[in-house]
């Protein structure tokens, strides 16, 4: 599968550009980005050819990576699926249901794979883990914590013109729910929501199975006080969701893997543009519970 990747930003370079450079069957075919300059520059460094057009870029491969903004991979998707390119996309999908339904229906319409990338879902024993809880009856309730230090710390995201705007409902937020929701099942509303300490949030979900789950989000926690959670209560007794072993480069190979697999079998992935339009329904109620909450 030929693979061009679109964004030259932090994320693209720590994390992208290694994982399909390094793919054993992936031909890492070329790079596109808002600004030429770092496009060529991160092209030269693996040795693929630079775009100044997006649209050659997509006549040249197969599928595409998208590493850039919510709003700008929204869109670019739609034309990408309209070209019958495949995507590998990140999260979140997008930052409004509308665009992310458009993501969706230009999937859908077009017949191509998707896969959107939540880094936890593609890591060995957090998603061995999902699977396995996923299997169990009678969870009751469940507890989140998301917690980074992204605008406290020397994060390379700090500079985040969405992060900034959007907080951690929009960027931590995604992951936490694709934890739950394969485990609790859809989300039937958003309960409550109340704004914490600079962007944190927290929220009560009401989920199909009567679970309840509450989530406490944040990228302006202490350093000291960063890392992720996830604690399951149920009849089976407490389970707490294991850490990784491996990092976000690993994590995006397997999710290339999932990507190539679905387009050859036809089979949709569960981390499909589907299942990244409902996380940003989900996301898109909880902001508005929090709009309510500060009138």
Do not use: N
Request: with cysteine; aromatic share 6%.
């Amino acid at each position: 599968m030929r693979i061009g990747l679109l964004g030259t930003g932090p994320w693209a370079r720590a994390t992208y550009a290694p994982a399909l450079a390094g793919h054993p069957g992936l031909e890492f075919a070329g790079v596109w980005g808002r600004r030429p300059e770092a496009a060529t520059a991160l092209a030269e460094r693996y040795d693929v050819t630079p775009y100044t057009d997006v649209d050659a870029l997509l006549a040249d491969v197969d599928a595409v990576a998208v590493a850039l903004p919510p709003a700008v991979q929204a869109e670019l998707a739609v034309r990408a699926a309209g070209a019958g390119r495949h995507l590998l996309l990140d999260k979140p999908l997008a930052v409004t249901a509308a665009e992310g339904r458009a993501v969706a229906e230009a999937v859908e319409r077009a017949g191509v794979a998707s896969v959107v990338f939540f880094t936890t879902r593609f890591q060995h024993e957090p998603d061995a883990w999902i699977g396995e809880q996923a299997a169990v009856a009678g969870w009751f309730t469940a507890r989140a914590q998301w917690l980074g230090a992204v605008f406290t710390s020397d994060s390379p995201f700090a500079a985040s013109p969405w992060r900034r705007e959007k907080g951690a409902l929009w960027d931590v937020g995604p992951h936490a729910l694709s934890v739950l929701l394969p485990v609790l099942g859809d989300v039937r509303r958003v309960a409550a929501a109340a704004h914490g300490p600079a962007d944190t949030v927290h929220l009560v979900l009401d989920h199909t199975t009567g679970a309840s789950s509450t989530l406490t989000l944040s990228l302006t926690a202490p350093p000291a006080a960063a890392g992720a959670e996830v604690e399951l209560r149920g009849e089976a007794g407490v389970s707490v969701m294991p850490g990784s072993s491996e990092g976000a480069v690993a994590a995006l190979a397997r999710a290339a893997d999932a990507l190539a697999r679905a387009a050859r079998t036809g089979r949709p992935h569960a981390c499909d543009a589907a299942f990244g339009l409902r996380v940003t329904e989900i996301l898109a109620a909880a902001e508005a519970r929090l709009s309510d909450a500060r009138e």
